[in-house]
């Protein structure tokens, strides 16, 4: 169960983060179907194109986060063995509730019951209070932090320095998310539902939205609001009219797949529909026990949760094979379920329990004993020192003049370098200079980077272009 998924268990997962029409279409066909293969456009112009070429990144560690305060845990995922930190962690004050990682700042994020958000440091396990006076806080797609304070103040966090804005947000929001520009969008409270987008340089703008259940994409491009007469989709930062999708039974519970380009969407009735985000087409129907409340995909696709009304029980989706599978009992919260690989991490009773999708039967894997109080977030990221060679990539060894800057776009990690070296390969197909940088000491992902360049400058210029996350990264000196 621990070791990475196999070469077919990425070609499953991976077609359901490719925008293509069908799901059964042959992987080997086009390679894998990247632009550059398939005799498309150039790719890295817009977001769809790099999104249709980005992988899997795999989850391998779960972050036990203490509910009261106390010291976090780390476990190796989905088997749940305990990972000895590198340092002791300090330990995290009494939590409200955990927001995110920023990986490329190795900080894990939380808000804490004195409306403080915390960081803890990977690699330091120090703790650090980065804002104060917070209401609520997210992460945006490329994994920068914005607060909106209890005076509706808003401060983004840049490279662990604290920036407030000048403007302000409206209204008191039951949901936030960012883009990729740094907008800050909220769905507020209260009838009729709004839509309110905050920019660091333009007054607030608002508009109605139909009352119903939102979900957002992982890009932070679209929100979809099950508006019980039909499905509506708009993107925050489009002033077009919000579009309509018929949905048989009503739309009353919906969620996106891991790259937005699917759509789920259930009602009065006992089907998952699934749609495809580009043509609004009804692609798939899936016969469920009953109408579920609420619906969640897996990390990495291929799987769709739906929560029943009235019970502690959860329904499991085999959306890559078009059917329903089963239910296993378990509590439903914002962290948990949660299904990394071909394992469930559900809450049971006092416990987390892992599960293993591929038996019928889903048998237990392993147990966390009176876990289920605590907060839990996947990571892609372990204290242990991996093995291999050093992360300047060959290229960057050969270029002229040793001492130059070598700044890079990192636009991707994983953990396995079969999957870095082909996500490299597609990309340098694509007319990208991109190549693969092994793991140091302390790091566990083969990054994926573009160039190298001379100038932050430079690599921006370039970065803005692909209109997907990256990050500015320098290697540092060995």
């Known amino acids: 169960m621990s070791s990475p998924p196999s070469g077919l268990d990425v070609a499953r997962v991976l077609v359901y983060l490719l925008p293509v029409p069908t799901r059964f279409l042959p992987l080997a066909a086009c390679g894998l179907l990247t632009l550059a293969g398939c005799g498309g456009e150039r790719a890295g112009q817009s977001l769809g194109d790099f999104a249709l070429l980005t992988p899997v990144t795999a989850s391998t560690t779960l972050l036990r986060m203490p509910d009261d305060g106390g010291v976090p845990t780390l476990y190796r995922a989905p088997t749940l063995a305990e990972v000895p930190w590198a340092r002791t962690p300090d330990a995290l004050p009494a939590l409200r509730r955990p927001i995110g990682t920023d990986l490329d700042q190795r900080l894990v994020f939380a808000l804490d019951r004195d409306k403080q958000i915390v960081g803890l440091d990977l690699e330091t396990g120090k703790v650090n209070v980065f804002v104060e006076d917070v209401f609520d806080a997210f992460l945006a797609p490329d ?220 048998p237990e894997v392993e147990r966390i004993v009176h876990g289920a109080v605590d907060f839990y977030l996947p990571l892609g990221w372990s204290p242990e020192a991996p093995s291999g060679p050093d992360e300047t990539p060959e290229d960057a060894q050969a270029d002229e003049g040793g001492d130059s800057p070598r700044i890079y776009l990192q636009v991707s990690s994983s953990q396995n370098p079969k999957w870095a070296e082909d996500f490299a390969a597609r990309l340098s197909a694509a007319g990208l200079s991109a190549s693969v940088m092994a793991p140091r000491q302390g790091e566990e992902g083969y990054r994926v980077v573009i160039g190298p360049y001379l100038t932050r400058e430079e690599a921006d210029s370039v970065g803005r272009e692909l209109g997907a996350p990256y990050f500015i990264y320098q290697p540092r000196t060995p």
Request: net charge negative; charged share 20%; hydrophobic share 45%.
């Open 143 to 362: 994994g920068a932090l914005f607060a909106v304070g209890t005076d509706s103040s808003v401060t983004e966090l840049h490279r662990r320095t604290p920036s407030r804005w000048g403007r302000k947000m409206v209204g008191t929001p039951q949901r936030l998310f960012g883009t990729l520009q740094h907008d800050v969008v909220a769905v507020l409270t209260g009838a009729p539902q709004r839509l309110v987008v905050v920019r660091s340089d333009n007054d607030p703008s608002v508009v109605d939205l139909p009352d119903g259940p939102t979900a957002v994409s992982s890009w932070g491009d679209l929100l979809a609001i099950a508006a019980d007469s039909a499905l509506v989709v708009l993107n925050p930062k489009d002033d077009r009219p919000p579009r309509t999708i018929d949905i048989p039974g009503a739309a009353r519970a919906v969620a996106f797949s891991p790259a937005g380009n699917r759509i789920y969407v259930s009602g009065s009735t006992k089907r998952l529909v699934e749609v495809d985000r580009d043509t609004e087409k009804t692609i798939g129907r899936i016969t469920l026990p009953g109408a579920p409340q609420a619906l969640r995909s897996s990390l990495y696709g291929g799987w769709v949760m739906a929560r029943p009304a009235g019970v502690d029980s959860i329904w499991l989706v085999d959306v890559a094979a078009g059917k329903f599978l089963g239910t296993i009992a378990g509590a439903w919260a914002d962290d948990l379920p949660v299904i990394i690989g071909d394992i469930a991490l559900v809450r049971q009773g006092d416990d987390v329990v892992a599960l293993d999708l591929t038996d019928e039967l889903f």
